[in-house]
Nanobody, 124 residues
Framework: QVQLVESGGGLVQAGGSLRLSCAAS????????MGWFRQAPGKEREFVAR????????YYKDSVKGRFTISRDNAKNTVYLQMNSLNPEDTAVYYC?????????????????WGQGTQVTVSS
């Protein structure tokens, strides 16, 4: 059974940093695209970043480029999201997901399994 578990969320002041982790289990994920999404209250879930199975082939939402970095450690079946220079607009529940079908990795509909989410709150 596939399971994704996020951790690392919390409360941080504007300009601060957080590192999110997503531990995957149930199969080997090194072949698959992993993504991070977020959902703020009253808004739809949106794409943040994704990384191909090899660890290269990263892509980011425009508003996080230069501030967020997605990476993965396939030996640990874990994907990370390093978030720097956080601002209040980054406040949301952050979810990781795995795409088993090899799509673009930009859309929620392409992902097959999701974690439960971790809350990130950035105070001004």
């Amino acid at each position: 059974q596939v399971q994704l578990v996020e951790s690392g969320g919390g409360l941080v002041q504007a300009g601060g940093s957080l590192r999110l982790s997503c531990a995957a289990s149930g199969r080997t994920f090194s072949r698959y695209t992993m993504g991070w999404f977020r959902q703020a209250p009253g808004k739809e879930r949106e794409f943040v970043a994704r990384v191909r199975g090899s660890g290269v082939g990263t892509y980011y939402k425009d508003s996080v480029k230069g501030r967020f970095t997605i990476s993965r450690d396939n030996a640990k079946n874990t994907v990370y999201l390093q978030m720097n220079s956080l601002n209040p607009e980054d406040t949301a529940v952050y979810y990781c997901a795995v795409d088993l079908s090899g799509g673009s990795g930009y859309f929620t509909s392409e992902y097959d399994y999701w974690g439960q989410g971790t809350q990130v709150t950035v105070s001004s």
